[in-house]
């Protein structure tokens, strides 16, 4: 028998949050801290929403908050900094200095998949989307300036959240960094799309009691069939779809390319191996997906939505030279990917 021990993978992008900058030629004289004036932004969960019913380039939610909310100020109200030479400043995110745009305004790219940042000024000068640079002799903050990021959909959207930094103000001409942006914690959203797990999450097959001289002149035994079963729940709508894939691993030699299991160090009998078929193929094995992305080696399962499924697939052991008898087990793990 060979044992699968089940692993699930979902589609979605590592961020590594954003440290606020070095301060340059900038200085802080009221600053509590010694730091980088920070205006903190409250996290928020969208909570769950129909993906599909928003288009490409609108807003699906919004936060704002006052500039002079600096947290680590003596006085939030008006705070100042000096950054000698100065003859302006610029307002723009930080995750890309160069936002795409989308109906008509500026988008910068979050760490989230189909998830986007427009982020304004709603009163003061200048009024309107970053970046925008504009002409200074003094940074100061005050509290008659409001900022306001929306979460934009810039394509499909995948569940995730964002933290850290996300944009900040930079002195001109010398673009030193004199306030950050960041979140109060983690910004969450949630698609409303339907989430999927293995029903049996170690699975085991029985491969029965195999007398050498049954296996075939070709070199394989007889396959013994199985499946692999998900269930899915959670979509809004009950119907929405998506694509789903799986990939296997040789868990005793993780690094095997090829169509064959390694049989576990436990294992007695050498000279036969374990293959999987999908469709009367045999699988082929590599490392499982790390960043949402299929691998050559994935297997398309086709589409899923809302419910139960079983895959039906089959292991059979393949020879591989002089066959000597004993328990010849194999494990791989298998990771569902779904977009």
Known sequence: MFKIIATLGLAMALWVPQHAKAAGECTFPMSTDGQMPRIRFPAFDSGQFDPDAIDVGDTFASTQQPQAAVENSTNPTRTTVSCPGKTGHTVRGTTAPAPTTLKGRPVYPSSIPGVGLAIKYTSCAPVGWWPASMAT??????????????????????????????????????????????????????????????????????????????????????????????????????????????????????????????????????????????????????????????????????????????????????????VTPGVANAMATFVFMYH
């Open 137 to 322: 002799s003094a940074q100061t903050l005050t509290s008659g300036c409001v900022i306001r990021v929306e979460l934009v959909k810039t394509g499909p959207i995948s569940s995730g959240s964002m933290s850290g930094e996300f944009a900040g103000l930079f002195s001109l001409p010398s673009g030193s960094q004199f306030v950050s942006l960041v979140w109060s914690g983690e910004v969450h959203v949630t698609p409303a799309v339907p989430t999927c797990a293995p029903t049996v999450v170690d699975k085991v097959v029985n491969m029965g009691r195999i007398e050498a001289s049954s296996i075939t002149d070709d070199g394989y035994s007889n396959a013994v069939p199985f499946t692999m079963d998900v269930g899915c729940s959670g979509g809004v709508p009950a119907n929405k779809t998506q694509q789903m894939s799986v990939t296997f691993t040789d868990a005793t030699n993780t690094t095997n390319t090829t169509d064959r299991l390694t049989l576990t160090s436990a294992s007695a009998a050498t000279g036969v191996k374990v293959q999987l078929l999908k469709g009367g193929t045999p699988v082929t094995f590599g490392t499982a997906p790390t960043n949402g992305l299929d691998k050559p080696n994935s297997i398309a399962l086709g589409t899923i939505q809302n419910g139960s499924y079983s895959f039906p697939m089959a292991a059979r052991y393949v020879q591989t030279g002089p």
